[in-house]
């Protein structure tokens, strides 16, 4: 059984950058991306990676702020946010799936704890 432990969630002012991180265990995976949640909402998908091809997706909103990159040696997963705004706020969650069919509309099957992002006006 794998494990995502995400890190760098905080409280940050608008207009400022956030970087998080993801580390995965026991190994990379084919496909990883971010998710987030904020209170009372659904969960949407931030971006994805695919590790292997190093394809990005990204939700059309989020296109220019936000950057999903990888360290494959390292096995860490990185989201840096910037230009942050108050509906940024959410709870992100690290996801991964061992797949080739990566894309936006991978389900995943493995999620991290999450790390809390809160930025204020």
């Known amino acids: 059984q794998g494990e995502l432990v995400e890190s760098g969630g905080g409280s940050v002012q608008a207009g400022g950058s956030l970087r998080l991180s993801c580390s995965a265990s026991?190994?990379?995976?084919?496909?990883m991306g971010w998710f987030r949640q904020g209170a009372g909402e659904e969960r949407e998908a931030v971006a994805v990676l695919n590790t292997r091809a190093g394809m990005t997706y990204y939700a059309d909103s989020l296109k220019g702020r936000f950057t999903i990159s990888q360290d494959n040696e390292k096995r860490l997963l990185y989201l840096q946010m910037n230009s942050l705004k108050p509906e940024d706020t959410a709870m992100y969650y690290c996801?991964?799936?061992?797949?080739?069919?990566?894309?936006?509309?991978?389900?995943?099957?493995?999620w991290g704890q999450g790390t809390q992002v809160t930025v204020s006006s």
């Open positions: 996801v991964a799936k061992n797949t080739f069919a990566c894309d936006f509309s991978t389900t995943f099957a493995l």
């Open positions: 026991p190994y990379s995976y084919a496909c």
